[in-house]
């Protein structure tokens, strides 16, 4: 299920990664929310050639809205279907450019561990001056949000996504409270390509940089660990500025006791998964985590 709003610049490419995938989509929604540009256009050229690509369109609202108007533009494309026809749902954007075997590797992987409820591989996008791939750095403990490839038990069982801008954060956790595994993996076969860098789409990156910065707060992130994942991505570009504005959207919200997500339990669980996160590593974590999966 794709949300997708003035996608003329990637769309095409992005379909044509999946129509050359090893193993194709049994069903492909594509909500357009309320595009202005071509990409309705492209979208309908699309459909007409293949059945199994259906097309819903939406009003057009006045501009693009990250977090609940995704999640709100997934619901659209996701309450059109019978979900447990399907072994599994992904939530996809429309500005990736995915390999070949990119669905077929995470389905094998599912298949070896059946504790695994949501994956993904890692996104990169492609620096302007340098020409080089630069990876977007994200947790190995998620799947990344523009891609989230589900069980659809896990799914259904966690209650599918919040309709927040933490929405990608909050449903890797709730996943770990239930007893399921969430992960990413950085192998050459899942590697894929972000066409437009992560937190750039709406009113530039810095702006997603604060954005991102208010999710973690509503979320429920405590704030050393907050302190500690913005010093790390003051290691990103944009160098130093994207980790302090990301701070400065934490403690703005923090300050002005900004609404949190209301759900204490997990809240609890997030701060101490986090907390072992901060005295042992994410890596010791997720393996510790793994382990008592495994009694």
Not at 2 to 12: F, I, K, L, T
Not at 119 to 142: A, H, T
Not at 228 to 247: D, E, Q, V, Y
Not at 274 to 283: A, I
């Given at each position: 299920?794709?949300?997708?709003?003035?996608?003329?610049?990637?769309?095409?490419?992005?379909?044509?990664s999946?129509?050359a995938?090893s193993?194709?989509?049994?069903?492909w929604?594509?909500?357009?929310?309320?595009?202005?540009?071509?990409?309705?256009e492209?979208?309908?050229?699309?459909?007409?050639?293949?059945?199994?690509?259906q097309?819903?369109?939406?009003?057009?609202?006045?501009?693009?809205?990250v977090g609940?108007g995704?999640i709100?533009?997934?619901?659209?494309?996701?309450?059109?279907?019978?979900?447990?026809?399907?072994?599994?749902?992904?939530?996809?954007?429309?500005?990736?450019?995915?390999?070949e075997?990119?669905f077929?590797?995470?389905?094998?992987?599912?298949a070896?561990?059946?504790?695994?409820?949501?994956?993904?591989?890692?996104?990169?996008?492609?620096?302007?001056k340098?020409?080089?791939?630069?990876?977007?750095?994200c947790?190995?403990?998620?799947?990344?949000g523009?891609?989230?490839?589900?069980?659809?038990?896990c799914?259904?069982e966690?209650?599918?996504f919040?309709r927040?801008?933490?929405?990608?954060g909050?449903?890797?956790?709730?996943?770990?409270?239930?007893?399921?595994l969430?992960?990413?993996w950085?192998s050459?076969?899942?590697?894929?390509?972000?066409?437009r860098p992560?937190?750039?789409?709406?009113?530039g990156i810095?702006?997603?940089?604060?954005?991102h910065?208010?999710?973690?707060?509503?979320?429920?992130t405590g704030?050393?660990?907050?302190?500690?994942?913005?010093?790390?991505?003051?290691s990103?570009?944009?160098?130093?500025?994207?980790?302090?504005?990301?701070l400065f959207?934490?403690?703005?919200?923090?300050?002005r006791r900004?609404e949190?997500?209301?759900?204490?339990?997990?809240?609890?669980f997030?701060?101490?998964?986090?907390?072992h996160?901060?005295?042992h590593?994410k890596?010791?974590t997720?393996e510790?985590?793994?382990?008592?999966?495994?009694k």
């Amino acid at each position: 299920i794709s949300p997708c709003r003035d996608e003329q610049d990637y769309c095409s490419l992005c379909i044509e990664s999946v129509l050359a995938q090893s193993i194709l989509p049994a069903l492909w929604v594509i909500v357009d929310d309320g595009s202005t540009d071509r990409t309705p256009e492209i979208l309908a050229s699309y459909a007409d050639r293949f059945e199994w690509i259906q097309i819903i369109r939406r009003d057009d609202r006045g501009d693009r809205a990250v977090g609940p108007g995704v999640i709100d533009a997934f619901y659209a494309g996701y309450d059109t279907i019978n979900s447990t026809d399907f072994d599994f749902i992904c939530k996809f954007d429309l500005d990736l450019d995915i390999p070949e075997t990119y669905f077929a590797e995470l389905m094998t992987r599912m298949a070896a561990n059946p504790r695994l409820g949501t994956c993904s591989g890692k996104p990169y996008y492609v620096d302007e001056k340098s020409g080089k791939l630069i990876s977007e750095k994200c947790g190995n403990e998620m799947s990344v949000g523009m891609t989230k490839f589900y069980r659809t038990d896990c799914f259904i069982e966690m209650g599918g996504f919040v309709r927040e801008v933490m929405w990608d954060g909050i449903d890797c956790h709730r996943c770990r409270m239930l007893g399921w595994l969430a992960c990413s993996w950085d192998s050459p076969e899942l590697q894929f390509i972000h066409l437009r860098p992560m937190g750039s789409s709406q009113q530039g990156i810095m702006t997603g940089r604060m954005r991102h910065g208010y999710g973690q707060y509503y979320m429920g992130t405590g704030l050393l660990f907050m302190m500690a994942s913005a010093a790390f991505r003051m290691s990103r570009p944009p160098l130093i500025s994207g980790g302090l504005a990301m701070l400065f959207g934490y403690l703005r919200s923090y300050y002005r006791r900004e609404e949190r997500y209301n759900d204490l339990k997990f809240r609890r669980f997030l701060r101490a998964y986090q907390w072992h996160c901060l005295l042992h590593g994410k890596q010791r974590t997720m393996e510790a985590y793994h382990n008592d999966l495994r009694k």
